[in-house]
Nanobody, 124 residues
Framework: QVQLVESGGGLVQAGDSLRLSCAASGRTFSSYAVGWFRQAPGKEREFVGFIKWSGGSTYYADSVKGRFTISRDNAKNTASLQMNSLKPEDTAVYYC?????????????????WGKGTLVTVSS
């Protein structure tokens, strides 16, 4: 079992930056890939990006590529989502997730554990 807790959400203006954190507890964090997802009001949850186990490889959705950066610190059992040049359409609840494998053919990318989310609101 892995428990995940997101933090860092809030209200920002368009063009601002925000950094979300994901704190993990339980089993060895480095054994899991970490994914970030978001769900806007009235919309389905969508993939934002993931970082592999060692932290050497990342992959992003086209909508955030070049603006968002995922990192992790396995020694501290944390992962982060740095969001720059935020847009109103980035408004959503952001979720951190962890999985032993990555399944890109699935909407949830095969993530096994999920946090409860943190709300990011970007005003225009």
């Amino acid at each position: 079992q892995v428990q995940l807790v997101e933090s860092g959400g809030g209200l920002v203006q368009a063009g601002d930056s925000l950094r979300l954190s994901c704190a993990a507890s339980g089993r060895t964090f480095s054994s899991y890939a970490v994914g970030w997802f978001r769900q806007a009001p009235g919309k389905e949850r969508e993939f934002v990006g993931f970082i592999k186990w060692s932290g050497g490889s990342t992959y992003y959705a086209d909508s955030v590529k070049g603006r968002f950066t995922i990192s992790r610190d396995n020694a501290k059992n944390t992962a982060s989502l740095q969001m720059n040049s935020l847009k109103p359409e980035d408004t959503a609840v952001y979720y951190c997730a962890a999985g032993e494998t990555i399944a890109t053919c699935r909407k949830d990318y095969g993530m096994d554990y999920w946090g409860k989310g943190t709300l990011v609101t970007v005003s225009s």
